[in-house]
């Protein structure tokens, strides 16, 4: 397993002084290195954050490797039940290891199609039901409180497209004990997988949350963990050269606070790693966009994670990227080794435009491009660093995805906020239950209204 990270375009001597790292900015950041591994190993050792325990769960792979193999050839369709953590985790393993959607070979008992219905929206919903048959259809409902609104409203909605098959066909994955969903499961006598406590749902693809639907989707669960295993180990080296994850939370700290890059683009080139990228905007979003420090302190920080897929948004984006405002910091996703890489026939044309390319391959002017766009970045003063994954594998992507949580915990110590909450999420789900009439949010009804009419002044 092998993730190789370059920071060679961060650094000033490419960019230059006004948006690049200096020698010395670079060597007093690598000493901030051992209290940053060692304050959040903290955490973990008394059991606040529970993510890179995960690898190790091997009780709760074997409940799902057993789950599924006895349902396995069952279902033509997994459909997912779950927003934001609950379900982008899921999309991101789908995607990048059975290909990108909706391009994905067809669909059968062997190889079911995962139908992921992470919004309330009707046109969705319904389409979805649509393109599902109840017979041959099991229901994950994935929310770890377990009084998600959007999650509940639809599963009451497939629960009754389900008939009565829904007592059989549905699976809970939540935190027992708590939440409706755990007492709806329990009643109903569904199959229950837990998420732990201390793993949020942004952190908690490689738990049952993420590894249930890829174990029935039929991949590998086992070597997803070994190399999160193995990347785990890595993350807790102190000497950040031989840690990749705190290497990249160390310089893009330097990055976002003292050069102003407030913006951070993920840029995958590679249609597998678009799910990932998606996965990665909300975890770096929720973990880092925070009005206060831990101490309480004011602050309002946060750096807006953008997804650009490449080739593609080099012709929707990049002109921005290169001539716009310079408070972006861009980070390239790369796969060495492709599985097929698409030989462009040999025969010629006689057209210039076509024939400097026969003989050549998919894969190789892929890389061009990713290394042209790196380059003409450079020379603008951009800063961009790239990780390469020698392959896309279960092995190389569990390693890839626990990299990027450890790279996420980093940041937030260097910053000296809570990764593992979401308050201002929780606001407006409050809203939400109180504008739909649940009992016990009556305030927020009443505040909504309050709210209205401060409106009806304005205008």
């Given amino acids: 397993m092998k993730i190789r990270f ?16 200096s020698a010395s ?34 009780g709760v792979l074997k409940q799902i490797q057993t789950f599924a193999r006895k349902v396995r050839g069952s279902f033509d369709s997994i459909c997912l039940l779950g927003i934001g953590g609950s379900a982008l985790g899921a999309w991101a393993l ?58 509940l409203a639809s599963l009451l909605v497939v629960r009754d497209w389900m008939g009565r098959r ?54 590998d669960v086992a070597r997803l963990l070994r190399g999160a295993a193995r990347m785990t180990e890595i993350c807790w080296e102190t000497d950040a050269g031989d840690n990749p994850a705190l290497r990249a939370a160390l310089l893009h700290h330097l990055v976002w606070v003292e050069k102003k890059k407030t913006i951070h683009v993920a840029f995958p080139y590679s249609n597998r790693l678009w799910g990932t990228a998606f996965w ?8 880092l966009g925070k009005e206060k420090t831990r101490k309480g302190e004011i602050v309002q920080i946060g750096q807006t994670p953008v997804a650009a897929l490449g080739v593609t948004d080099q012709h929707s984006q990049v002109q921005l990227y290169i001539e716009g405002p310079n408070d972006k910091v861009f980070t390239f996703w790369a796969v060495e080794k492709q599985p097929w890489e698409g030989r462009i026939p040999k025969a010629r044309l006689g057209l210039d435009a076509f024939d400097y390319l026969a003989g050549r391959k998919l894969a190789e002017l892929l890389e061009a491009e990713r290394l042209s766009t790196a380059a003409t ?3 603008a003063g951009r800063p961009n660093c790239t990780f390469t994954l020698e392959r896309l594998d279960e092995e190389h992507l569990g390693a890839f ?58 205008v």
């Fill in 25 to 58: 900015e670079y060597r007093s950041q690598l000493r901030r290195g051992p209290d940053v591994v060692r304050a959040f190993r903290k955490l973990v050792d008394r059991g606040e954050v529970g993510f890179p325990t995960l690898p190790y769960q091997k």
């Fill in 94 to 151: 789908d995607c990048a290891l059975r290909g990108p959607h909706p391009l994905q070979k067809p669909f059968s008992k062997a190889h079911p199609r995962l139908v992921i219905l992470d919004n309330v929206d009707p046109a969705l919903v319904g389409a979805a039901l649509e393109t599902m048959d109840p017979k041959s259809t099991l229901v994950l409902a994935i929310t770890k409180q377990g009084t998600t609104a959007e999650t």
């Fill in 377 to 379: 970045l450079a020379e």
């Fill in 401 to 458: 995805l626990q990299m990027l949580e450890f790279e996420t915990a980093f940041m937030a110590e260097l910053l000296d906020v809570n990764a593992f909450d979401q308050p201002g999420v929780e606001a407006g789900k409050r809203f939400t239950y109180g504008l739909m009439g649940r009992p016990g949010f009556e305030d927020y009804r009443e505040r909504f209204e309050h709210y209205l009419r401060r409106r009806q002044k304005a």
């Fill in 280 to 287: 990665f905007r909300q975890l770096w979003a929720e973990s």
């Fill in 166 to 219: 829904a007592s059989r066909q549905t699976v809970a994955v939540t935190t027992p004990g708590r939440g409706d969903l755990y007492a709806l499961a329990v009643r109903e006598k569904w199959p229950v997988f837990a998420i732990p406590e201390n793993v949020g749902g942004r952190f908690s693809v490689l738990s049952a949350v993420g590894l249930l639907p890829a174990a029935l989707m039929g991949l």
């Fill in 6 to 21: 370059d920071e060679t375009n961060l650094l000033a001597p490419m960019v230059g002084e006004a948006h690049g790292i």
